[in-house]
């Protein structure tokens, strides 16, 4: 379902991104563009930026494992001094157990293997938005026709998925620009530091960005904990968490909120359980799309009588009259 579900958001983001272009053109350059071609400039230049960086990534990754099949993934030996002071092992102890048990080269196997499933499901994501776009046409005209559904009921279904789409839609675009910044000054600072390769761990601040709390944390530590292996010493390593933390405080409390506001209306509990409970059946993956899928149920229970105190509960503060009418 994960495929699916990501296909819509694709979707989401690609329509609303469609018409803001189509709207803009027709306003300074074409007045009679169609829609097609606007949403189909959308989709390859999404398309070019997504292929550019898989293909990166995949590049930085066969480097990393000729790094490591070189031999230059190593304890330092004053290091070892210093872990054996704080894990109470001999250095001897300590080399063993780098030797045996810190298989880097297997972790970086399966972390290319796990890029290979991420190649798969693009490919289904792919599939399921082919069939989404075909479909989304004709959608409204099901809606319309359904027999068991009054006019004013299906205008109100229609305004529910307007609304659905022109919310996710928003929230896509805010939280991909922020990642997208918060990304780039973090690989600013991995240059800065020397650290190797800095566009990997880039991208996982850019992609763990979008987990609400708890995801800037984890991207930040994975390459600190790096650095304490490659660098020499361990204060570089320090300063590196510091400028990345320090980045992700001032995003994450000033920029984020006063750009985005409370758009998507969902109290810090709320937020919270969705990342638990879609986190619980998907990974990482239910993770990543917790918030837009919660707001997605949000906005449904608000416009039924019978499921609405349900989505003033979820709610930020309890306004949804507004969006419920």
Not at 306 to 321: C, F, V, Y
Request: net charge neutral.
């Amino acid at each position: 379902m994960i495929p699916f579900f990501l296909a819509v958001l694709i979707f989401l983001f690609l329509n609303k991104s469609s018409k803001v272009l189509v709207n803009f053109i027709k306003q300074h350059v074409w007045k009679n563009m169609p829609f097609w071609s606007g949403f189909l400039i959308v989709f390859l230049v999404m398309s070019a930026m997504a292929y550019l960086m898989i293909n990166t990534l995949i590049v930085n990754i066969q480097e990393i494992i000729t790094f490591v099949n070189e031999g230059n993934l190593t304890i330092p030996e004053e290091k070892l001094s210093f872990f054996n002071k704080i894990f109470d092992q001999t250095k001897s102890q300590l080399l063993q157990w780098q030797e045996k048990n810190l298989d880097i080269a297997g972790i970086i196997s399966k972390l290319f293997s796990g890029i290979m499933d991420i190649l798969n499901y693009i490919f289904m994501v792919l599939l399921y938005l082919i069939f989404i776009i075909l479909e989304a046409r004709i959608i409204p005209m099901k809606i319309k026709s359904l027999s068991r559904y009054s006019r004013q009921s299906s205008s109100k279904i229609l305004n529910l998925l307007e609304d659905v789409e022109d919310t996710v839609s928003t929230y896509l675009f805010q939280k991909t620009l922020i990642s997208v910044l918060t990304g780039f000054l973090s690989y600013i600072v991995f240059v800065l530091f020397g650290l190797p390769f800095a566009f990997i761990w880039a991208f996982l601040i850019f992609s763990f960005n979008f987990i609400p709390n708890i995801g800037s944390i984890i991207a930040s530590l994975l390459p600190f904990v790096f650095s304490l292996v490659i660098f020499d010493g361990f204060a570089a390593s320090f300063w590196m968490l510091a400028a990345v933390g320090a980045i992700q405080l001032i995003i994450g409390n000033f920029v984020e909120p006063y750009w985005m506001g409370n758009s998507m209306n969902l109290s810090p509990l709320t937020v919270l359980f969705a990342l638990a409970f879609w986190g619980s059946i998907w990974g990482i993956s239910g993770m990543l799309i917790c918030v837009p899928i919660t707001v997605i149920i949000l906005m449904i229970f608000a416009r039924f009588p019978s499921t609405r105190s349900i989505a003033i509960l979820m709610s930020n503060q309890g306004n949804i009259d507004e969006k419920s009418d």
